[in-house]
């Protein structure tokens, strides 16, 4: 008597796109990229079409009709052209025009300057004449410097390196799933230099550092979890949010 092999459990299957593991029971399609095949899973289907990706089974030549040659005009169409009302070949004012402009017409005003820029003895005069209408001396004219702009927080640096690495990808693929998650970013207790990215969903949760002294190392995962109960409460204080495409932003307060 002949046995059967039973396989109880089956092969991890990744998604090319947000690279999650694909549930049991959950379909995937197979696109074609760069002339390599590619897994995808049914959420992330719309933004491989979106991308150019190619479906396995849809693939398909395409050929486009051949252009027809463009034909010359005759030498008759040409003769007639010349022949219509209102083409003359002696205007000399038209021929002497560069092609795509129209010929500069003598005693054309100047445009006024509106805005003044205060150049010369009539903006000196007005500028005087206003200060006095104003109460002031016209040799009291003071200019008021721009504030220099505010340098940014260790949280507002922290954000901008884990922007700039490839944790907001993998983001944005779990969002797909689960929606939008709750974030958190707050200074570490351990280290004043180290600033914390917490990322949390019902499901699952992950925790990122930014080691400030450190930026060209970037983003780092400290740690993840598959319950909301095994955070603190100050994790649990939504003071950021992630967008579509998984990148973080504080706030306003």
């Known amino acids: ?31 074609l990229a760069t002339g390599r095949r590619r897994i995808v899973c049914e959420l992330c289907a719309p933004r491989a079409v979106h991308e150019g990706w190619l479906r396995e089974t849809d693939r398909q030549s395409v050929s486009l009709p051949p252009m027809r040659p463009r034909r010359g005009r005759s030498l008759l169409d040409r003769l007639r052209q010349v022949g219509k009302p209102g083409t003359r070949t002696g205007d000399s004012s038209a021929s002497s025009a560069p092609y795509g402009r129209e010929p500069e017409v003598a005693g054309e005003p100047e445009p006024y300057d509106f805005l003044d820029s205060g150049a010369g003895e009539g903006g ?12 002031g001396s016209p040799a009291e004219e003071t200019y008021e410097s721009p504030e220099p702009p505010e340098p940014p927080s260790p949280l507002d640096r922290a954000v901008t ?5 490839e944790y907001p990808r993998r983001v944005a693929g779990v969002a797909r799933s689960l929606g939008a998650p709750e974030v958190n970013v707050r200074s ?19 925790r990122y550092e930014v080691d400030l002294d450190e930026l060209e190392s970037g983003a780092r995962v400290a740690a993840q979890g598959t319950e909301l109960g095994e955070l603190s409460r100050e994790d649990r204080v939504v003071n950021a949010a992630a967008d579509d495409s998984g990148a973080v932003s504080l706030s306003s307060t």
């Open 1 to 31: 008597m002949a046995t059967r092999t039973i396989v109880t459990s089956q092969p991890d299957v990744s998604c090319d796109v947000c690279e999650r593991r694909l549930l049991r029971g959950e379909h995937s399609d197979v696109f």
């Open 124 to 135: 000196a005069a007005r500028r005087r004449a206003a200060a006095a209408a104003a109460g």
């Open 188 to 206: 570490a207790e351990h280290a004043a230099s180290v600033v914390r990215i917490l990322i949390a969903w019902e499901l699952c949760w992950y």
């Open 161 to 165: 390196a884990f922007n700039a690495s």
